[in-house]
């Protein structure tokens, strides 16, 4: 499975920007999705996560009510819409998938990586 982010770019703080992992490849398969960000200096965190089929989503506390995870199965695409962003959002943000029909949470378990794509919020 090939994962393709786009939508990153520079916004100021309180802007929005959506996200998004296209995929390719065995997108036959039941894929549960997530997406991470690594900001200078500190580690690669899980930002939210979503099944297969979408009814089970996982957020990080400093994104709760901000940040939405979705996914259209039939264009093999998962979003990320991001709303009242901060410049402590500033990150590299990946998309990661796994062959699992449900929510995977941990970084490990995800075996398909995008190349990530880079999310600058401005004060």
């Given at each position: 499975v090939k994962l393709v982010e786009s939508g990153?770019?520079?916004v100021q703080a309180g802007g929005s920007l959506r996200l998004s992992c296209a995929a390719?490849?065995?997108?036959?398969?039941?894929?549960?999705m997530g997406w991470f960000r690594q900001a200078p200096?500190?580690?690669?965190?899980?930002?939210a996560a979503i099944s297969w089929s979408g009814s089970s989503t996982n957020y990080v506390d400093?994104?709760?009510g901000r940040f939405t995870?979705?996914?259209?199965?039939?264009?093999?695409?998962?979003?990320?819409?991001?709303?009242?962003?901060?410049?402590?959002?500033t990150a590299v943000y990946y998309c990661a998938a796994d062959a699992s029909v449900l929510l995977v949470t941990k970084e490990r378990d995800y075996?398909?990586?995008?190349?990530?794509t880079q999310v600058t919020v401005s004060s």
């Open positions: 990153g770019g520079l390719s490849g065995r997108t036959s398969m039941s894929n549960a200096g500190k580690e690669r965190e899980l930002v400093s994104v709760k995870i979705s996914r259209d199965n039939v264009k093999n695409t998962a979003y990320l819409q991001m709303n009242s962003l901060k410049p402590e959002d075996r398909y990586w995008g190349q990530g």
